[in-house]
């Protein structure tokens, strides 16, 4: 088995096992719509080579949206703009995946102007923001609006959805036991902090059939000394959702703290032993459920991928900042470069007012 061999997740057919993992790009319309510069984008990513593209994550209630110009899926009056988006990607020979997501309270965005929801009234680490701690009428809002969401995604022609339910975002929230402090239902242990995840995996299901791919996207761990989601919790939580009816788990890890947050992994990942760090908790999780897993994070070297193929049971491979500093970069990998990708994960990507490369931002050589 290798990287450019073809696989099939739900009856989506995919060229290979290479995903873009879904990337903020900050570059829709005001109002959530992806205009002519954010399609632009996604067609270089299909013609690029990658066998499954996941969007930036996009809102599925406008008032909680965490960062400006993001896609959005809240309202049916998007559903048209979306079609255009979806049917402009294939027609360039990619395959697309809408992530869906709620931010919680991981945000400064509009503070002043909206409500954070979350799992309990506790700051954020990074963001000092705390949120209302959400009722059980909250939580059915947050579910049907991602049933209502997915509806539309499926409407508009993406090929499969994905819950956005890590990274320190709303879904997120609820499986650590540092924004959970709850002592309901959904509270406590690991049961009853997925139940939430569970409960928007049931109703995406119910509204988009047994037959469209759902996938979600979690941590392995949060990488947090105390009241983080751990290992332990994440092989549960799969397990669940396998028997829920996802369809396939991309395994991400946290960052929840600040020198996790605002450091760059550094030029050190070019070497193969830096590279692919959740690759582990990837196949640990691998062990314990049938459906395809997904490893993302650090992956620079087709070598190290295949061979990982080989020794684990992880079906795929998710990269973000490598494509969006490189979209073409799988096309050049199946043809044979051997080079090291032009992303050293500098984390310099991340603008006030868009995401991309510094290397297209300045037009010149990232000092090393």
Not at 8 to 30: C, H, I, P, V
Not at 99 to 104: F, P, R, S, T
Not at 314 to 332: C, N, Q, V, W, Y
Request: glycine share 8%.
């Amino acid at each position: 088995m290798k990287i450019f061999d073809p696989i099939s997740l739900a009856g989506l057919s995919q060229s290979n096992r290479l995903w873009r993992s879904a990337t903020n790009e900050k570059m829709a319309d005001d109002d959530g719509r992806p205009n002519e510069a954010y399609i632009h984008l996604y067609e270089k990513l299909a013609q690029g080579g990658v066998g499954l593209i996941v969007t930036g994550c996009a809102t599925v209630m406008s008032e909680e949206q965490p960062s400006p110009n993001m896609l959005a899926v809240d309202r049916d009056d998007l559903i048209p703009d979306l079609t255009r988006f979806t049917t402009r990607v294939h027609a360039a020979g990619g395959k697309i995946c809408a992530q869906i997501m709620a931010g919680g309270p991981q945000t400064i965005y509009q503070q002043d102007s909206r409500i954070a929801y979350g799992p309990s009234a506790v700051a954020h680490p990074l963001y000092g923001t705390i949120p209302k701690e959400m009722t059980h009428d909250d939580i059915a809002m947050f579910v049907d609006a991602f049933g209502q969401a997915a509806r539309r995604v499926q409407e508009a022609g993406f090929d499969a959805v994905q819950i956005h339910g890590a990274h320190g975002y709303l879904v997120s929230c609820f499986l650590t036991p540092f924004f959970n402090r709850r002592t309901d239902a959904y509270g406590g242990s690991i049961e009853n902090r997925g139940r939430f995840l569970l409960e928007i995996l049931d109703a995406i299901r119910s509204t988009v059939g047994s037959d469209f791919p759902v996938f979600v996207k979690m941590h392995g761990s949060d990488h947090r000394p105390s009241q983080g989601f751990t290992l332990e919790d994440a092989l549960v939580i799969a397990q669940a959702l396998e028997s829920h009816g996802l369809d396939a788990v991309e395994i991400s890890g946290g960052y929840m703290s600040a020198d996790w947050a605002t450091s760059p992994m550094r030029p050190q990942i070019i070497r193969q032993e830096k590279q692919s760090y959740f690759a582990k908790d990837a196949a640990a999780i691998a062990e314990v459920v049938s459906i395809p897993v997904i490893s993302t994070g650090g992956h620079r070297s087709p070598e190290v991928l295949n061979a990982l193929l080989h020794t684990t049971r992880i079906a795929g491979f998710g990269m973000s900042r490598t494509l969006l500093s490189e979209p073409d970069l799988p096309h050049k990998w199946r043809h044979g470069y051997t080079g090291l990708p032009r992303c050293v994960s500098c984390n310099k990507c991340f603008g006030e007012d868009v995401n991309m490369c510094i290397l297209d931002r300045e037009k010149e050589p990232l000092q090393k």
